[in-house]
């Protein structure tokens, strides 16, 4: 039987114990193993509440192995592991029965891994298999309902769009706020299908029914000794130990010891989601690296995929995958309704009138070079001035410089003051008739600065400017309406927002767009071609010549439906508390200089470190497990502004704990201790 992937929310049968006998009954059995601690109180205890430290344990990757009983549960010791308790007959499942059949390699992925049994696919997928719903959200909707007119469903009846062809308008989105049926519906993303998981190793020795529990390569059991920052010339380390120790090796499974943060912090340690049930959707959040684990701060250069998305890829390459808009068969049909629909779900998120305004590119960098290379040489003429920002990204600096150099135009740059901010003033005075362009990024990915683009707008386009927003840090963090807004062009790549690497978003203005030629030449951009001349399709398919990033279109509108889920309010107001705790915390290291103090900042802290090169603090944290980026961030200009090349940049997401916050912050305290013996 296949065990269906748990929501959180299934009402549990009559015969099942309650949770807290279960995670007894759980405990006892696994200390039951050979090899394992004496029980303890906490052992016993009632089921963790959200925010518990303890819980902030990794829970092994429930990679079942091709051989291994579908009884041999790779779930979390206790809570988690209960399921294999044999306490009962088993559940009746209101997933579709799948075929019986013996157990083979083909293992549905598990959503969520850890709280799952392991889904071990019998047979050919089930008619209509449940759609994978994130778990981190406390109030679930309804699960989602069949599939409508906006996608074709994987099976049953044809797609009810005309397949093969391009359609006439297959963009519109529903009025500002209001969601269409298609828009409301959330992604069909029926349920794993019986492929191999991504993730299984392809030979894993046998270890016996509990392999988690003994030396699966890539996931031992125990951490093993770490060398400490012996690399850099140092003393071992001491054990992981947090500020307010505790004799346990990781103490951040411990309780949250608030007291270690300053107390005007406003830390809300009950978020409007559970962080930790959040956690579970995210599979790779629960590997080990250089046995500790994972701690991902890295999230600025990219973010980790929920399930949902890993799915939603297989999904599409399992059952729809065809190329779009030009064949008159199903496959064609089911596809194209994926990608316009996904074009929808873009729409919609960041607010914009039509989904003819969404144009999907490779991300970010791609989208702006497109304005540049498309819309630049039409509208930018010799003298003419392209106003940025001191924060930008290279992205959003050389396709200016690239363009300037092609048309004789000239750059002007917004200065920041010494925290970060942009000088509006400055700004204001830099602005004439001869400025056709502002580029400005929403939030610095150097230093987490977020920029007040609705001002950067309006002023602009009282200059008489078109005003493009880098969206690129901002998507993943805080809601965005392009209307409210007023914005020409704002880009963002899918892979910072919990999406697939190779897809990002252009929008622009309907106008705007219909005034812009196309920049890159192909199949699909056309509407009729002769040898002595082309047409050309309206926009969007007029800027996507060749054959697009499908898939990958179709799973970032699955990231963008699980944010959704949680919500960027959420989102936002939780984040803003991660960021606080790591500004407080790490500003009283000694020796650390935070480089980026504006007040109204997101998800990005920067600093450098005294007797250190950011890259040793940053291959010192990996030691640990942390992953946070040191280098310059793509930002030259602005670390020079503050005399630097580099510096050490955690970056969070609404998956990230405040005990992953103190281990960080306990890590660089213990460099900082260590310095006085490289000097
Ligand atoms: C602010 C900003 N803009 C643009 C980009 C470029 O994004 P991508 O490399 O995904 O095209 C990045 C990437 O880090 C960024 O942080």
């Given amino acids: 039987m296949t065990t269906p992937p748990s929501t959180g929310n299934e009402a549990a049968p009559a015969w099942l114990p309650d949770e807290e006998t279960l995670s007894r009954m759980a ?87 850890a709280e799952s049994a392991p889904a071990v696919s019998t047979g050919t997928p089930a008619a209509n298999p449940a759609p994978p719903m994130p778990t981190g959200i406390p109030s679930m909707d309804p699960p989602p309902p069949a599939p409508t007119a906006g996608m074709s469903p994987p099976s049953g009846p044809p797609p009810t769009s005309a397949p093969a062809t391009f359609m006439a308008s297959p963009y519109a989105v529903g009025a500002p706020g209001a969601v269409t049926p298609e828009a409301s519906a959330p992604p069909v993303a029926p349920g794993p299908p ?14 016996g029914p509990y392999y988690f529990l003994t030396e699966a390569a890539g996931y031992p059991a125990q951490a093993p000794e770490l060398p400490g920052f012996g690399h850099l010339g140092l003393p071992p380390l001491p054990d992981v130990m947090a500020p307010t120790a505790t004799t346990a090796p990781y103490y951040f499974v411990q309780e949250p010891d608030v007291s270690a943060a300053p107390s005007a912090l406003p830390l809300d340690p009950h978020p409007a989601f559970d962080v930790q049930a959040v956690r579970r959707d995210f599979p790779i959040l629960s590997e080990l690296v250089n046995g500790r684990p994972l701690i991902w701060l890295d999230n600025a250069a990219t973010t980790q995929k929920p399930q949902a998305v890993i799915d939603r890829l297989v999904e599409f390459y399992s059952r729809e995958n065809s190329n779009i808009h030009r064949a008159a068969h199903e496959l064609a049909a089911r596809a194209t309704d994926a990608y316009e629909g996904a074009r929808k779900t873009v729409a919609r998120f960041i607010g914009a009138g039509s989904a003819e305004e969404i144009v999907f590119v490779r991300g970010a960098t791609e989208a702006i070079n497109l304005v540049a290379k498309a819309w630049g040489p039409a509208h930018i003429r010799a003298g003419d001035e392209i106003v940025l920002s001191h924060l930008e990204h290279h992205a959003n600096i050389v396709p200016w410089q ?57 002023i602009g386009h009282r200059a008489g400017a078109r005003v493009l927003v880098d969206a690129a840090q901002s998507v993943p963090h805080l809601p965005i309406d392009v209307r409210a807004l007023d914005a020409d062009f704002l880009v963002f790549s899918g892979h910072k927002l919990f999406g697939p690497t190779g897809i990002g978003v252009l929008y622009g203005k309907r106008e705007v767009l ?53 919500g960027l309010p959420n989102i936002a107001a939780y984040e803003h508390t991660l960021v606080e705790h790591a500004t407080e915390g790490l500003r009283c290291v000694p020796g650390l200089r935070l480089v980026g103090t504006a007040p109204n900042k997101a998800s990005i802290v920067s600093f450098v470190l005294d007797g250190y090169e950011p890259a040793e603090v940053g291959t010192a944290l990996n030691e640990e497990g942390i992953a946070v980026r040191s280098g310059h961030h793509c930002a030259q200009p602005i670390l020079r502004r503050y005399g630097l090349e580099a510096t050490v940049r955690p970056s969070f997401a609404f998956y990230n704990t405040h005990g992953e916050v103190d281990t960080l912050i306990a890590a660089v305290h213990r460099l900082a201790d260590r310095r006085g013996g490289r000097r």
């Fill in 27 to 113: 405990g006892e059995f696994f200390r039951a193993l050979p090899g394992q601690p004496a029980a303890t109180e906490s052992d016993t205890e009632a089921p963790t509440p959200a925010f518990d430290r303890r819980s902030e344990w990794p829970t092994p990757t429930a990679l079942p192995r091709a051989d291994s009983s579908p009884t041999a549960t790779a779930g979390p010791p206790a809570a988690q592991a209960a399921p294999t308790v044999p306490t009962g007959p088993p559940a009746p499942s209101p997933f579709p029965a799948q075929p019986a059949g013996p157990p083979t390699a083909d293992f549905a992925p598990a959503a969520p891994a």
């Fill in 194 to 207: 019986p492929v191999p998981s991504p993730a299984a190793p392809a030979h894993v020795p046998d270890l």
């Fill in 402 to 458: 690239m363009l300037a150099e092609q048309t004789g135009a000239v750059i002007k740059v917004i200065p920041v003051d010494d925290d970060g901010q942009l000088l509006l003033d400055k700004y204001t005075a830099l602005l004439s008739d001869r400025t056709k362009l502002v580029a400005v990024t929403q939030l610095s990915n150097a230093l987490g600065t977020v920029v007040p683009v609705e001002q950067i707008i309006e």
């Fill in 514 to 566: 219909e005034d812009m030629p196309p920049w890159e030449g192909g199949g699909n951009m056309i509407t009729d071609v002769t040898f002595e001349k082309s047409s050309f399709q309206p926009p969007p398919g007029r800027f996507e010549a060749g054959t697009g990033n499908i898939a990958d279109a179709v799973g970032l509108a699955a990231a963008i439906d699980y944010v959704e889920r949680i």
